[in-house]
Nanobody, 125 residues
Framework: QVQLVESGGGLVQAGGSLRLSCAAS????????MGWFRQAPGKEREFVAT????????RYTDSVKGRFTISRDYAKNTVYLQMNSLKPEDTAIYYC??????????????????WGQGTQVTVSS
């Protein structure tokens, strides 16, 4: 079992920055991959970023490459999503998720078996 709690969302102007955090508990943090997904109003949940259990590999959706950075702190059992140069189209509920069943960096939500409750990010123009 893995429990995930996100924080760090809020309201920011376009061009600004936010850092999301996801604190994990339960299963050994270094044994599973982590991902961030988001869901905007009226849209399906979409992949944002993922990081391997080792931290050695990351993947991003094209729309956030160069602006977002995913990282993990093993001492704090926390994964982060640093979001810079935010745009109004980044507005969504952001969810962190854990993939405890595989070793690869997966972009499909079907590979993730534990999810946080979500945190709202709103970017004003």
């Amino acid at each position: 079992q893995v429990q995930l709690v996100e924080s760090g969302g809020g309201l920011v102007q376009a061009g600004g920055s936010l850092r999301l955090s996801c604190a994990a508990s339960g299963r050994t943090f270094s044994s599973y991959g982590m991902g961030w997904f988001r869901q905007a109003p009226g849209k399906e949940r979409e992949f944002v970023a993922t990081i391997k259990w080792s931290g050695a590999n990351t993947r991003y959706t094209d729309s956030v490459k160069g602006r977002f950075t995913i990282s993990r702190d093993y001492a704090k059992n926390t994964v982060y999503l640093q979001m810079n140069s935010l745009k109004p189209e980044d507005t969504a509920i952001y969810y962190c998720a854990a993939n405890t069943r595989g070793i690869n960096t997966e972009t499909s939500s079907s590979f993730y078996d534990y999810w946080g409750q979500g945190t709202q990010v709103t970017v004003s123009s």
